[in-house]
């Protein structure tokens, strides 16, 4: 119910117009402070988004350095089972020999009994073991290598940091930055498989950090949310059609001429990451 009398008309005439003005004043100044409080929380989630992103990639490289590590042990432990073995073999075959019809003992080594000798051999060997090939496959697989399966969970961690990485920074900022694991494999593969680092080596990964400082300076400051009907709106764009048409295409073509001409030029496997990827 509202009241009206008098006096108060006259207050309301009388102080209505300062009081309407101040409140109008308190809604610009919250409305201010609201702003540059959503500013300060933009630019702290940017910059989350940016720290997660590179420890996420940094934890990549040693991901795919310590698989490598683990394929080389493994590659190392094959190679000196197989010239333990040849020695083995070697040592053996000088034993076997006939006795000649004066009683001598005379050992052959060339021609097709020294090669039934080794034959037989390792035929004999491998039983007394009891181990096979099979059992030599099975051990020396890498899915039995604890430095394989420490690679597979740093890399998913990694992989963890940049899916949480694209909730708080933007998706032009979070890409650009899997270049830090090309830069950080340029100092962890020289330590811990001591690779050489060589100069076109550099000059690789200044190309693509400069491509990736082009892409960061040329992406939208501020992105659009798109919705289920906004994202299927630009799938069935014809630009995105013609796009997914080429690429297509030149994925079929790439997979026809791997197995045939992959051998002469890595341009063709390049290819088939940089599509998949």
């Given at each position: 119910?509202?009241?009206?009398?008098?006096?108060?008309?006259?207050?309301?005439?009388?102080?209505?117009?300062?009081?309407?003005?101040?409140?109008?004043?308190?809604s610009?100044?919250?409305?201010?402070?609201f702003?540059?409080?959503?500013?300060?929380?933009?630019r702290?989630?940017?910059?989350?988004?940016?720290?997660?992103?590179?420890?996420?990639?940094?934890?990549?490289?040693?991901?795919?350095n310590?698989?490598?590590?683990?394929?080389?042990?493994?590659?190392?432990?094959?190679?000196?089972?197989?010239?333990k073995?040849?020695?083995?073999?070697?040592?053996?075959?000088n034993?076997?020999?006939?006795?000649?019809?004066?009683?001598?003992?005379?050992?052959?080594?060339?021609?097709?009994?020294?090669?039934?000798?080794?034959?037989?051999?390792?035929?004999?060997?491998?039983?007394?073991?009891?181990?096979?090939d099979?059992?030599?496959?099975?051990?020396?697989?890498?899915?039995?290598?604890?430095?394989?399966?420490?690679?597979?969970?740093?890399?998913?961690?990694?992989?963890?940091?940049?899916?949480?990485?694209?909730?708080?920074?933007?998706?032009?900022?979070?890409?650009?930055?899997?270049?830090?694991?090309?830069?950080?494999?340029?100092?962890?593969?020289?330590?811990l498989?001591?690779?050489?680092?060589?100069?076109?080596?550099?000059?690789?990964?200044?190309?693509?950090?400069?491509?990736?400082?082009?892409?960061?300076?040329?992406?939208?400051?501020?992105?659009?949310?798109?919705?289920?009907?906004?994202?299927?709106?630009?799938?069935?764009?014809?630009?995105?059609?013609?796009?997914?048409?080429?690429?297509?295409?030149?994925?079929g073509?790439?997979?026809?001429?791997?197995?045939?001409?992959?051998?002469?030029?890595?341009?063709?496997?390049?290819?088939?990451?940089?599509?998949?990827?």
């Open positions: 119910m509202y009241l009206s009398t008098p006096a108060i008309d006259r207050a309301t005439s009388a102080y209505g117009v300062p009081i309407l003005a101040t409140a109008a004043a308190l610009n100044s919250n409305t201010f402070v702003s540059d409080r959503d500013s300060q929380l933009q702290w989630s940017s910059l989350i988004g940016i720290v997660t992103a590179i420890v996420g990639n940094i934890l990549i490289s040693f991901a795919l310590i698989q490598r590590y683990a394929h080389i042990r493994l590659s190392q432990e094959r190679m000196l089972r197989k010239e073995s040849k020695s083995i073999a070697i040592s053996s075959s034993g076997y020999g006939t006795t000649g019809t004066n009683g001598h003992h005379v050992t052959e080594i060339g021609g097709e009994q020294d090669g039934s000798l080794q034959t037989s051999f390792h035929s004999t060997n491998s039983e007394s073991s009891g181990c096979s099979d059992d030599h496959k099975q051990y020396s697989t890498y899915l039995r290598s604890p430095y394989w399966w420490g690679g597979i969970a740093l890399m998913t961690i990694g992989e963890t940091g940049n899916f949480l990485a694209y909730g708080f920074a933007p998706a032009s900022i979070v890409s650009p930055l899997g270049v830090v694991a090309l830069i950080s494999n340029c100092v962890i593969a020289p330590i498989l001591k690779e050489r680092f060589r100069l076109r080596d550099f000059w690789g990964v200044v190309v693509a950090v400069a491509g990736a400082v082009v892409v960061v300076l040329s992406a939208k400051q501020q992105e659009k949310k798109l919705g289920p009907h906004e994202i299927w709106g630009a799938i069935t764009t014809t630009e995105f059609e013609v796009y997914m048409g080429v690429t297509v295409f030149l994925i073509m790439l997979l026809w001429a791997s197995p045939r001409y992959g051998n002469r030029t890595i341009l063709i496997d390049l290819g088939l990451v940089g599509l998949f990827g």
